[in-house]
């Protein structure tokens, strides 16, 4: 049975950092590419940041420079730093792995950015 388990969301304020972590069993994982997205209220899911099974990066714009995706393989567990956050940040996250046809979802945790 695939698990992907996210972890580390909170209450934080403006300017400050939060960690998130997604902690996958079930799965080879360091064969998936990996991602974060996260859904805001009343909004769709959106991209924040993916990576490869290689290591290869990618962020959305709106997290570009404050963001850092990670992953440690032996650990079969990545990582979402977040740094700067702003109020727009508030959402909950959700992590997946996928590999070809397959992919695989946590159940979000929930950030929100508020003084």
């Known amino acids: 049975q695939v698990q992907l388990v996210e972890s580390g969301g909170g209450l934080v304020q403006p300017g400050g950092s939060l960690r998130l972590s997604c902690a996958a069993s079930?799965?080879?994982?360091?064969?998936?590419?990996m991602g974060w997205y996260r859904q805001a209220p009343g909004k769709e899911r959106e991209l924040v940041a993916t990576?490869?099974?290689?290591?290869?990066?990618n962020y959305g714009d709106s997290v570009k420079g404050r963001f850092t995706i990670s992953r440690d393989n032996a650990k079969n567990t990545g990582y979402l730093q977040m740094n700067s956050l702003k109020p727009e940040d508030t959402a909950v996250y959700y992590c997946?792995?996928?590999?070809?046809?397959?992919?695989?979802w946590g159940q979000g945790t929930q950030v929100t950015v508020s003084s």
């Open positions: 079930g799965i080879i994982f360091g064969s998936h590419a």
């Open positions: 997946n792995a996928l590999l070809l046809g397959d992919i695989y």
């Open positions: 990576i490869t099974s290689a290591g290869s990066t």
